[in-house]
DNA sequence: AATGAATGAGATTTCATTCAT
DNA sequence: AATGAATGAAATCTCATTCAT
């Protein structure tokens, strides 16, 4: 999978006219490999079950070569949440700041989170997934919605646009709608993003409707 | 090392009215030890994380004690399921019978599910909840609250006292939220089960009819 | 399989007429139902592979009862031994005084030997012999014939109806020749005890002979 | 604890002429390191009696390097046989090769294998040989003298220097011979690996005639 | 930096034996 | 004596981490 050590090959940076350096582009590789696999992996098995073990064999790297780049699983799953973050992140401010209003935010978070999920779903293809009881490990990307999610949602309170309501429990009540929901659309066949969205959104925009009532 | 098969109490037979020699007494014991100390272990480590050692030291109870009762760690999780609903489905069902209508049954769902959280999250005394990653296990009674919830969904559905929308995806959200809302509202201190239940129950019938429009 | 602890029942002692009190019945009857038990496992499961645990649960009896009769499984090794001997030498010892000479007494001997030996075979059932590489435990019937055999040879030396040779040497020798070939004659179906017994007497006695004229 | 893969030795690449680097010159030397102490272990306890604990004890290594050479006890055993068998063979071949005839061809078999036998023995040191019953377990040496008699007798049946008699039970019943008397043989203090091999040769030969007239 | 064998703590599980009943 | 649950030492095996190369 990982470009690992690619000791062979006689190009050198100056010939390939890239900027970075052999050893440089090695390591970002080897780095992204290790993250690559890792993502893979915590999908299959979930954060527990996952060995760091597991994880480089799902590179060309050798075991040692892990530590080079991360201290430890914990590490590399907060890298990976970095990562997720850093790439869905912008994905969600993109949906924000298209959105015509609080309620046509809500339904492009929800339906950009959801296709994420359908894609992340089928490349992993989870045949072990739900070995022992059900656990659930909360990914990257469900930190960033989130993380972004009620900042938003602090936002639109902050503006006027959101009725004024604890914004904690607003975005984890936003937060379990989208999970569980989630859920349920990943096991039926084939997912119905849009549906799906929709449900949530209508679900979510309702219940911060009725909680602002109060 | 374990006070073993010793476990006394100060009931005896006479007094319970039940005809269990010290042996069966024992037995009942030390099997409910281990489902106490494996319910407080996979609230504070997650089921994952939680080993058949974490469990048995949890007791007074000697590592091989643990195979006279279960086979496996997944073994007792189960037990444990089953313990957990058999004693709070009733709760629930009762909560069900006494409700006037589909927004009162959310609401005393909603309650008796964050009394019972707060008690068990009390009972646990979770120093080191928060090691590693975020991960949650369903719990024995979300499970059962999810179950319950769904067949009353179903229920209020059929009955039309509940607007005719997917039930399983109903269910989900209701379950979504008020498993954030609970992590949330665990985490500050003194929680507020009144304020939190309340704000479910809001958040849930304002999704619930906001969907019932489409 | 055993008769165990025979709670019920209201005869006694005088009731039946037998010497034996309850108590001196019920022990020995124990004894030898743990007895059965172990010869039964050892047969199937090896030696060592076998445990109390297997021995105690081929009876009817509770595992702490085997230590009223046995310290451990060395000791019921032994007491099968002495066991297997007690019963199958005095048929020895027939087959020895009807024998008209030496080659008859080995032809006799070996024969009986192999009767034996197909009888328990049957009696077992092996489904897991050959579990693990191949081992043999030397069994308590072996055993019996060892020294007997030894003790036959030594005298057919002393009276002159065999060659003088080394007795621990021959013994050792028709021994050999007769587990081995026994082993080979019970993995054929069905098995032959009259041609292997034949053919084992013909061996020893060709053998015997050769050995003689050094 | 483990001097680890320190295993030196005052060999270089450059003395043996071979091309192994320090690597692999000591994962070699510790596969043979764990199949040296397995052969220890296993004629000291018997195969059944041995467990890998006892094996690793017996080198220099810890416990879990065991498991990157072998995958537990059994496959150790089936190397080890591999690896007598290959020592072992090529001395009885050849020994089948120089023989003159069926009768110097035993002669020159049982020798080797005493002498392998006596020289095995004497490196093992057996203080506890007889802990337990006597049990014996067929090492992978027994095991190649089996095969090769087997195929020694069947190609002198073929070729008419053997008389034409059952080729198994004839084995079986030569190895059966060899086995006891070595085992006698090795009690005696000292060995007399040419009396017992004599002793052999003349009981096989003699019983092979004899059987043959029939 | 990469490699991968070695390490050893720790997890799971079995089972001979004890002992209160 | 019989019972059978409790015990805890010991066996098997895994895996995060180190470190010589």
Redesign the pocket.
Known sequence: MAA??MTAGTANAAETGEALGR?EQ??AA?RQAILDAARRVFAQLGYEA?????I?RGT??????????F???EEVFEALADDGARRFRPVLRAQREQATCFEDYIERAVHAYFTFLVTEHRAGAHPTYDRGPHVRANTPEMIAVFEEVRDGVADAIARGTAPMVDPDFLAAAAIGVAQEVGDVMLKRNPPDVSGAARFVTAFVLGGVGKVGER
């Open positions: 690992g050590h050893r090695s390591k080897n996952a060995s760091v073990r597991d480089i060309d790297l050798a075991s040692g070569t892990f530590y080079n780049y201290k430890s699983k």
